[in-house]
């Protein structure tokens, strides 16, 4: 029996795909015979993106959205499938991250993070689950693919982080129950949860979190976003028969 599956003549959709893990992860598929629709709200960087794998002798197209409005999700997902007859695999990798004291805390930074790593998650997954589940019973695979990038941090709570936490907490729990409602439709949920990784995540964070978060890990070699997207490609591309539930993954050095 084959270890692994192609992607040939399957659709995916990529939600963060502008930088990090959901830019390497649209290379990956792609590299593996997937159609990657590119979904970010940066449009030059998806369409550099959108060009390069195409250089590569890969298949992607750039869409923007503001994955934060519930139809601009609906919409992304809609013209995926009206484009390409199909939608096979889905990747919420879209998210951010702002920690700090919590009394100090801007509200809306709060708000954002729920805007965007719960509800973006949340709007793409309902509109993709009629065609995952389409594409499910119809394709050569038989089985589609929902992978969502969650973090260490959506299984340990940590100081200065509990807004963060909840939502990454939020994501992980709600792939499980997903995975448990849909396993017998033929449609795997996944969660994949990083540890540090380097990425533009902390980039959104004040100056003075950035130095502490730079001289606590000072000594640890960070994952790439390439390593995050190999587990990404090694859910998907699993033969039916395997469900990969969870994966964590952390640098070696952190502890």
Same mark, same amino acid.
Do not use: C
């Given at each position: ?11 995916? =959709?990529?939600?963060? +795909?502008?930088?990090? $893990? ?13 159609? #990657?629709?590119? *979904? ?5 960087? $998806? ?19 503001? !994955? ?8 992304? #997902? ?8 199909? !939608?096979?695999?889905? @990747?919420?990798? +879209? ?11 801007? =509200? ?7 805007? $965007? ?14 065609? !995952?589940?389409? +594409? ?26 509990? *807004? ?22 033929? &449609?795997?949920?996944?969660? #994949? ?9 902390? &980039? ?15 000594? &640890?070699?960070? !994952? ?7 587990? &990404?490609?090694? @859910? ?20």
């Amino acid at each position: 029996m084959p270890t692994t599956m192609s992607l040939t003549s399957t659709v995916a =959709l990529v939600t963060g +795909a502008s930088s990090g $893990i959901g830019q390497a992860t649209a290379r990956r598929l792609a590299a593996e015979g997937a159609t #990657v629709v590119l *979904v970010a709200r940066r449009q030059d960087r $998806i369409e550099v993106l959108a060009e390069e794998i195409a250089e590569d002798d890969g298949r992607a197209v750039a869409s923007t959205a503001d !994955l934060t409005d519930a139809d601009a999700a609906a919409a992304v #997902v809609a013209t995926t499938v009206e484009r390409f007859g199909r !939608l096979d695999v889905l @990747v919420n990798a +879209a998210g951010v991250m702002f920690t700090g004291d919590s009394a100090r805390a801007p =509200l809306r930074d709060w708000e954002q993070m729920v805007d $965007i790593n719960v509800k973006g998650l949340l709007y793409v997954t309902k509109a993709a689950l009629p065609h !995952l589940i389409e +594409a499910a019973a119809t394709s050569p695979r038989q089985v589609a693919d929902v992978v969502n990038i969650s973090s260490i941090a959506g299984r340990f709570a940590i100081p200065a982080g509990a *807004v963060y936490n909840a939502t990454k907490f939020g994501v992980t729990a709600a792939t499980e129950a997903w995975r448990q409602e849909y396993a017998r439709r033929d &449609v795997r949920f996944s969660v #994949v949860e990083p540890g540090l990784t380097e990425t533009e995540l902390f &980039v959104h964070q004040q100056q003075a979190v950035q130095e502490r978060m730079a001289a606590r890990f000072a000594d &640890v070699e960070k !994952l790439r976003a390439d390593d995050i997207a190999e587990a &990404v490609e090694y @859910v998907v591309t699993s033969p039916r028969r395997r469900a990969v539930a969870e994966i964590v993954i952390r640098p070696t050095d952190q502890v």
